[in-house]
Antibody, heavy 120, light 107 residues
Framework: EVQMVESGGGLVQPGGSLRLYCAAS????????MSWVRQAPGKGLEWVAN????????YYVDSVKGRFTISRDNAKKSVYLQMNSLRVEDTAVYYC?????????????WGQGTLVTVSS | DIQMTQSPSTLSASVGDRVTITCRAS??????LAWYQQKPGKAPKVLIY???SLESGVPSRFSGSGSGTEFTLIITSLQPDDFATYYC?????????FGQGTKVEIK
């Protein structure tokens, strides 16, 4: 069974940092791009970042460029999101998702999400 | 950046109704479009990918069509489990953009 489990969310002050974790299982992790997608409370979905199978390519939505860094460890079947200089508007549930970058362009498996709250 | 516009934002319907949701892209995306269903407190679930391909396990009452800039999600006979929010999502190179969502409510 394909599964993604996120962790690392919590309450952080504006300007602070947080690192999110996503542990994957049930598929050949090293064969897939992976993405982070977020959803602010009561709002729609926003793609945040993705990373190629070997980590050699990484892309970000403009609003997080220079502040967030996506990375992965294929040996641990994990993907990470380092979030620095956090803003109130970064408050959201962050989902880890398997990214069908080449053949379908969609996200076919998602984790349950982890809540990040940026507030003073 | 490619913008995705869904309509309507909210839709009131009854069980058994035929429901149509439209998604418009700000520029051509060929058939690189997916549709998701999301229920409160849950992760989204993909229904349709590449505009018209039905995801495995998704009921056949869901269908998608379109190409270029205009896309449609149709639910042929709305069921109680279908009351949810639906999102379209485009894929253009590395970037992804979602529509703002369509909430399907009970009439």
């Amino acid at each position: 069974e394909v599964q993604m489990v996120e962790s690392g969310g919590g309450l952080v002050q504006p300007g602070g940092s947080l690192r999110l974790y996503c542990a994957a299982s049930g598929f050949t992790f090293s064969s897939y791009w992976m993405s982070w997608v977020r959803q602010a409370p009561g709002k729609g979905l926003e793609w945040v970042a993705n990373i190629k199978q070997d980590g050699s390519e990484k892309y970000y939505v403009d609003s997080v460029k220079g502040r967030f860094t996506i990375s992965r460890d294929n040996a641990k079947k994990s993907v990470y999101l380092q979030m620095n200089s956090l803003r109130v508007e970064d408050t959201a549930v962050y989902y880890c998702a398997r990214d069908n970058y080449y053949d379908r362009g969609d996200f076919d498996y998602w984790g349950q999400g982890t809540l990040v709250t940026v507030s003073s | 950046d490619i913008q995705m516009t869904q309509s309507p934002s909210t839709l009131s319907a009854s069980v058994g109704d035929r429901v149509t949701i439209t998604c418009r892209a700000s520029q051509s995306i060929s058939n690189w479009l997916a549709w998701y269903q999301q229920k409160p407190g849950k992760a989204p679930k993909v229904l349709i990918y590449k505009a018209s391909s039905l995801e495995s396990g998704v009921p056949s009452r869901f269908s998608g069509s379109g190409s270029g800039t205009e896309f449609t999600l149709i639910i042929t006979s709305l069921q109680p489990d279908d009351f949810a929010t639906y999102y379209c999502q485009q894929y253009n190179s590395y970037s992804r953009t979602f529509g703002q969502g369509t909430k399907v409510e009970i009439k």
